[in-house]
Nanobody, 124 residues
Framework: QVQLVESGGGLVQAGGSLRLSCTASGRTVTAYAMGWFRQPPGKEREFVSALSWNGASTFYADSVKGRFTISRDNAKNAVYLQMNSLNTEDTANYYC?????????????????WGQGTQVTVSS
């Protein structure tokens, strides 16, 4: 079983940056593909970014492309989401997810494990 814990959320002004972290425990996730999702207030959960098991491939939602960067540190059993040029539409609860698959997965149904989320609020 894999437990995922997100951190790094908070309140930031528009144009600012945050770095989210997702730390895994219970089992190493070095062979797992990872993803970040978010759920804005009153909306459905949506895909943000995905990373293949070896870090060689990444994929981003159009809304964050060029502003967000996903990465992993296998030595720390962790995945990160660097978020730059934040705007109010990025306000959401951000979730980390892991899948035993090796590729890039945009659909939430592919993911086997989920964290509890970390809140990101961007003020104008």
């Amino acid at each position: 079983q894999v437990q995922l814990v997100e951190s790094g959320g908070g309140l930031v002004q528009a144009g600012g940056s945050l770095r989210l972290s997702c730390t895994a425990s219970g089992r190493t996730v070095t062979a797992y593909a990872m993803g970040w999702f978010r759920q804005p207030p009153g909306k459905e959960r949506e895909f943000v970014s995905a990373l293949s098991w070896n870090g060689a491939s990444t994929f981003y939602a159009d809304s964050v492309k060029g502003r967000f960067t996903i990465s992993r540190d296998n030595a720390k059993n962790a995945v990160y989401l660097q978020m730059n040029s934040l705007n109010t539409e990025d306000t959401a609860n951000y979730y980390c997810a892991a899948t035993r698959g090796r590729g890039i997965y945009e659909a939430a149904t592919f993911y086997d494990y989920w964290g509890q989320g970390t809140q990101v609020t961007v003020s104008s």
